[in-house]
């Protein structure tokens, strides 16, 4: 959330500052699942389209989202190609933990650069494909430590910042740009980093006005 609430401040020329940093902003939340970012960037100003295919994922953000009337967020069921179909537009499109998931990443990078208007700007995060990807990502996060089920990555489906950025690029999105997300077992924390060996974040904008 740091990582993407300063990308799209420094994009955008906002202020930055306040409990509404994102105000004004349109924003679609690509695999929002349970909303466990879409409803943090409403919460920060941004106008949110959390967006998922799965009913039961949209119906617990929906539950947890409940009462809390002052956000502009929407939830919907349905996939980018459904959005891009309705010729629909964002400011910027946040696409968290989904590429290493879906089987044509090329395809799907160009479905989800059709919804971010001319000026606007792509977030993404994703894994690395190596060794090292493999023995954390897969074995230690599945196997040793048991934070998702076992079988939830494949590993031949982890992309690499090449191609990330080749796909990008013939999308028709600039850049991007790299930072990595580093875990410390000993302090249990996450961090920012320039390492982007395992997890890594992504930035690319698209041209025009």
């Known amino acids: 959330l740091t990582y993407v609430r300063d990308a799209l401040v420094r994009h955008f020329g906002l202020a930055g500052k306040g409990l509404k940093p994102l105000a004004g902003l349109r924003l679609l939340d690509v695999g ?14 941004a106008t949110v389209t ?25 939830y919907r069921i349905a996939t980018v190609e459904d959005l891009a179909d309705e010729g629909a537009t964002y400011d910027a499109v946040v696409c968290l933990e989904v590429v290493e998931h879906v089987p044509d990443v090329a395809r799907f990078l160009e479905t989800c650069a059709a919804l971010v208007r001319p000026g606007g700007a792509l977030v993404l995060s994703t894994i690395n494909r190596n060794f090292k990807s493999y023995a954390l990502a897969i074995v230690a996060a599945e196997y040793v430590f048991g934070w998702l089920p076992r079988g939830t990555h494949q590993w031949e489906r982890f992309v690499t910042p090449d191609e990330l950025a080749r796909h990008l690029a013939a999308a028709g999105m600039s850049g991007p740009t790299f930072k990595g997300l580093v875990y410390d077992p000993l302090k249990d924390t996450w961090s920012l980093s320039d390492d982007t060996d395992v997890n890594y974040l992504a930035f690319a904008a698209k041209a025009g006005v």
């Open 32 to 45: 929002c699942g349970g909303g466990l970012v879409s409803e943090p960037l409403a919460r920060m100003g």
């Open 50 to 74: 959390g967006l998922d295919p799965g009913r039961e994922n949209v119906e617990a953000a929906l539950t947890h989202a409940a009462g809390q009337d002052d956000l502009a967020l929407d």
